[in-house]
């Protein structure tokens, strides 16, 4: 079975700009979460989607959106960029059910200068 | 709000000997406990998954616990091998995943 996939694998951003993430889950699986990793903050829950709603929602600013489509493969954006983005954002599925084990994508390292 | 701390930071150890991580939270009502790897610049791996009415998991040479009396959870790696050198991050919560910041860990041939 194929694992979680996410595109690109890197990118590299300018302050002010935007950017689109991409994360495909494993087959079957409907819910999909995403994860923020800094140095300084370590992984911090951005939010998760199930059947196309949003479930759950961290502490993140508006800038930061996503949405999941009917197949569940979702997409993050992050609009006007700022230095403090640059991070690895991992992208975790699972079947759906609580507490349900969380299957890691290989994550998105972006860059913003 | 749940948080989640793992000591120590990192550690180093000489080959075969057997390691031993912890996490503490500071919820006891948590659903579950997962226990994860990650490589440097890689995404997770997922290790152990404890469901909150379990004392325990185990997967080969891996044994963790948990005690949500006290808010701990131990990861256990018996014969510590280098291809076990990673960081181990512990996280709790249903969907909404919590993390500590890891534990590194080197293991010495």
């Known amino acids: 079975k194929a694992g979680v996939t996410q595109t690109p694998r890197y990118l590299i951003k300018t302050r002010g700009q935007q950017v689109t993430l991409s994360c495909s889950p494993i087959s079957g699986h409907r819910s999909v979460s995403w994860y923020q990793q800094t140095p300084g903050q370590g992984l911090q829950f951005l939010f998760e989607?199930?059947?196309?709603?949003?479930?759950n929602k961290g502490n993140f600013p508006g800038r930061f959106s996503g949405r999941q489509f009917s197949n569940s493969r979702s997409e993050m954006n992050v609009s006007t960029l700022e230095l403090g983005d640059s991070a690895l954002y991992l992208c975790?599925?699972?079947?759906?059910?609580?507490?349900?084990?969380?299957?890691f994508g290989p994550g998105t390292r972006l860059t913003v200068l | 709000k749940q948080e989640v701390t793992q000591i120590p930071a990192a550690l180093s150890v000489p080959e075969g000997e057997n390691l031993v991580l912890n996490c503490s939270f500071t919820?006891?009502?948590?659903?579950?406990l997962q226990w994860f790897r990650q490589d440097p610049g890689k995404g997770l791996t997922s290790l152990l998954l404890i469901q909150s009415s379990q004392r325990e998991q185990t997967s080969g040479r891996l044994n963790a616990s948990l005690d949500k009396s006290s808010g701990r959870s131990t990861l256990y790696i018996a014969a510590s091998q280098p291809g076990d050198s990673a960081t181990y991050l512990c996280?709790?919560?249903?969907?909404?995943?919590?993390f500590g910041k890891g534990n590194q860990v080197v293991v010495i041939p």
């Open positions: 919820d006891s009502a948590i659903y579950n």
């Open positions: 989607y199930f059947s196309e709603t949003q479930r």
């Open positions: 996280a709790v919560g249903r969907n909404r995943l919590a």
């Open positions: 975790a599925s699972s079947l759906g059910s609580e507490g349900a084990t969380q299957y």
